[in-house]
């Protein structure tokens, strides 16, 4: 997550904690704030000032895009969660992370032997795990992320879709493996393998490509793209009330 600190409090943020008396201090990068107690990081995040500029996609625990490393001042163990998920305690100390450079393999799926052999030679880092579980424990999605490292290795590719299905991609496992390995990619490859060879193409998802590719939404999205935030808001509320969800 990418944060500018604009040094005065998020007046939404505000708003949705009026209620809230009891403040509790946090540390950012650093420097101590007061925020109301009982807000996700997020949401204390933008109550202390900054504006959310990168890095928080979904706000809904889905995306994986506002990893943060948290410790409490008085332990030495650092821990990880989701800022959008998880509650700000009392004197903690929280690093967004915007991005975790870990190796991504490049390959072409169709000429890919599905097979353990590829996983190995796009991955070599594979054989050094150490089941050392360091990649569990900073799972904020608390998966069992060892485990299917290891079933990658056994070749037991149901499990590895099975354990790792969840994944959001944040990169923390990544970014404290010892063996520097990336095993939210290795389970993305396996799982794209595991796909490929077990579900025939679907005609559905071809048609819609084609679609797109002819350009048969483009008038709909140019429309989109020239309304204004009200028009917007507006055609959302409206899809959204046609759907039945609560608006
Ligand atoms: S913003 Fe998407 S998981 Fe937190």
Redesign the pocket.
């Known amino acids: 997550m990418t944060i500018d600190d604009h040094r005065e409090t998020n007046e939404d943020a505000r708003g949705e904690t009026a209620q809230s008396q009891t403040m509790i201090p946090i540390y950012v990068l650093g420097k101590r704030y007061e925020v109301p107690q009982g807000l996700t990081i997020?949401k204390a995040l933008e109550y202390a000032g900054h504006t959310l500029k990168r890095g928080?996609?979904?706000?809904?625990?889905?995306?994986?895009?506002?990893a943060t490393v948290i410790r409490h001042t008085d332990k030495y163990r650092l821990q990880v969660g989701?800022?959008?998920?998880t509650v700000a305690e009392p004197d903690t100390h929280l690093l967004q992370l915007p991005y975790v450079p870990a190796h991504k393999a490049i390959y072409d799926l169709d000429r890919l032997p599905p097979d353990e052999a590829s996983i190995t030679a796009l991955y070599p880092e594979l054989l050094r795990c150490m089941g050392c579980n360091t990649c569990t424990r900073s799972c904020p999605m608390d998966l069992e992320v060892m485990n299917y490292v290891g079933a990658t290795l056994r070749g037991d590719w149901d499990q590895v879709v099975d354990l790792s299905m969840e994944c959001?991609m944040c990169g923390m496992c990544a970014a404290r493996c010892p063996a520097e390995l990336a095993p939210f990619n290795i389970a993305l490859l396996v799982r794209r393998m595991r796909g490929r060879q077990r579900y025939a193409p679907s005609p559905d998802l071809r048609q819609r490509l084609a679609d797109i590719s002819a350009g048969v939404f483009d008038d709909e999205l140019q429309q989109l793209k020239d309304m204004n935030r009200e028009k917007l808001q507006e055609r959302f509320y409206h899809h959204q009330k046609s759907k039945g969800a609560a608006v």
């Open positions: 997020m928080c996609g979904c706000r809904g625990g889905a995306c994986g895009a506002c989701l800022a959008c998920q959001l």
